[in-house]
């Protein structure tokens, strides 16, 4: 799984490491296999290229960190001994501090509130198309179990070439299908927009303890219920198959009737 941040929104792409197609059937939460499952956390800008500015002069970059380190803890607590946090290489976070005092000595900052809430986004142009539309829809039913809910500006016309198709009206899904890191990838992919900061309020809400929190328990949870759904069967359950099915073609006729092997 990969986390990635882009853009002026705190975003994260997800993959899920394997090849194994999702499963139609649903799976019980402990049939995860939690050592197998691997997970890395890409923060996504660095401190040389920190994204955007939020309305009140944080650099995002700081924002991504903060978000991207929770959600490795909580998965780490949760059993996902694999879960890797990379941070690009740059500067210190201290020299990082002394350059947005800089930035922010005499500088008016802008900020827009017209628009806040969550967004995910998959490509259909990516090798496990079905994968990514799944885990999208358990990451939007986790955010929205906690109240959370995901912004609908993304299909009006007015944001021109950033218009997107919304695949699932209940989970918050749309398709940006040009976007790389989730088209060519060979794995599921999905990006998750997870608030904007550059709305006062969001901005707020997003540098909370509180709302990372929130963000790092629905992904918990969805790559929790992600895992489950595409555990491979195991050697041990394929063999317990083939012997009830040995078991059943050995066993003796009841009168009257006869076996017939196909």
Do not use: W
């Not at 949760?78 to 000595?105: C, D, I, Q, Y």
């Not at 009206?169 to 608030?195: F, H, K, N, S």
């Amino acid at each position: 799984m990969l986390l990635r941040v882009v853009g002026m929104l705190i975003a994260a792409t997800l993959a899920c490491a394997g090849a194994h197609k999702a499963r139609a059937e649903p799976r019980p939460a402990d049939a995860c296999k939690h050592a197998a499952f691997r997970a890395v956390i890409d923060v996504g800008h660095t401190a040389q290229a920190p994204g955007a500015t939020s309305a009140r002069g944080f650099l995002e970059f700081s924002f991504n960190l903060n978000l991207a380190k929770r959600i490795e803890q909580k998965l780490l607590a949760a059993g996902f001994r694999r879960s890797v946090l990379l941070v690009t290489e740059g500067p210190s976070r201290k020299a990082l501090a002394k350059r947005v005092m800089r930035a922010n000595a005499g500088q008016q900052h802008t900020f827009s509130d017209r628009f806040h809430g969550h967004s995910i986004f998959i490509s259909t142009d990516n090798s496990d198309r079905a994968g990514s539309l799944l885990f999208a829809r358990l990451l939007g039913n986790e955010l929205g179990k906690r109240g959370l809910q995901y912004t609908p500006h993304y299909t009006e016309r007015y944001m021109g070439h950033r218009q997107r198709l919304l695949v699932d009206a209940q989970a918050g899904v749309y398709r940006y299908d040009e976007l790389i890191v989730l088209r060519d990838t060979d794995m599921p992919a999905v990006l998750l927009e997870a608030g904007s900061i550059i709305n006062r309020e969001e901005e707020l809400r997003m540098g909370s303890v509180e709302r990372q929190t929130l963000i790092s328990a629905a992904v918990t949870d969805a790559v929790e219920a992600f895992c489950a759904a595409r555990q491979p069967r195991t050697p041990i359950n394929v063999a317990s198959r083939a012997g009830k099915v040995s078991r059943q073609a050995t066993a003796p006729a009841a009168p009257g009737r006869t076996i017939k092997q196909r």
